[in-house]
């Protein structure tokens, strides 16, 4: 029983087939789904599919590329939402200097903001990092956080050993099946306690749906990639990505119980 920790299943690209994509990952088994908000309408649009479907759990928060939308009293709204509809996570947050798309200092003003939303509720915190592991795990270690989660880890080794003195999970993306990634061997210096395994739908289509819509049953070649990297069995990779999962969000998915 897989949960995918990260997806995006608001977003319009599955707007007209998103029983269909459901009923996918279920017959693969996907018994759990976090959906993960990226701007305000994402995030309410997260809280109403949670509200529609018991076996989807909202996170709310503001990418680092959409800060520029948006002043500081958007987390009054984000408050609002989370005493509507009580999230598991708050993000995704971060930083992310690949692009110049959010000016960075706003981008670290929102990072904080995010932090303090979610010290405030005593709720983990979604990372999104991309070009900017220095500054974030800086803001991280001074804001004293530790066991959150770093969505579509793509960091060194050097990283790697940096947020694990934070206690952090690291999220899995089908970015490990693509032929010659580097994550095949960072993912090495991963605690297995650590592991999370995710899709980021509709991006990231592993091998061998790479160039189409990912979707959540497209976790399964994610899960059998790492399995044999880790030289285990794919049962017993579920099992300790389900408990990983749960210590990560805090939080009991019950849905997911029917075979452990």
């Known amino acids: 029983m897989i949960v995918d920790s990260h997806c995006h299943l608001q977003m319009e690209d599955f707007s ?19 959906v993960i908000g990226f701007d305000l309408e994402s995030s ?9 479907y018991e076996f ?65 509720y ?10 900017a592991f220095d500054d974030s795990f800086r803001i991280l270690k001074e804001s004293k956080r530790r066991r959150d989660i770093l969505h579509c880890f ?17 999220g899995i993306t089908g970015i490990i099946t693509f032929k ?14 650590r592991l999370l395994i995710e899709t980021d739908s509709p991006y990231l289509s592993p091998v061998p749906k790479r160039g189409k819509r990912n979707e959540p049953a497209n976790i399964v070649y994610t899960l059998m990639t790492l399995a044999d990297h880790m030289k285990t069995d794919a049962e017993s990779l579920e099992s300790l990505l389900l408990k990983n999962t749960e210590e990560a969000y805090r939080f009991k998915f019950n849905e997911c119980k029917k075979r452990t």
């Open 122 to 131: 005593d709720l983990p915190i979604v990372t999104h990092i991309r070009d």
């Open 154 to 170: 793509t960091g060194t080794i050097n990283d790697v050993e940096h947020f694990k003195s934070l206690d952090m999970f690291f």
């Open 44 to 52: 309410i649009k997260a809280m109403n599919l949670a509200r529609k």
């Open 16 to 34: 007209n087939d998103l029983p269909s994509v459901i009923s996918n990952a279920k017959t693969e088994g996907i018994c759990s789904f976090v």
């Open 56 to 120: 989807i759990h909202p996170v709310y928060g503001i990418h680092p590329y959409d800060t520029n939308k948006y002043a500081l009293t958007v987390f009054k709204e984000i408050e609002d939402l989370i005493a509507e509809y009580r999230p598991i996570a708050i993000g995704e947050t971060g930083l992310d200097y690949y692009r110049d798309y959010s000016p960075k200092e706003k981008q670290r003003i929102f990072f904080n903001e995010h932090i303090e939303v979610a010290n405030k």
């Open 180 to 193: 010659n990634s580097p994550l095949k061997e960072v993912v090495n210096s991963i605690p297995n306690n």
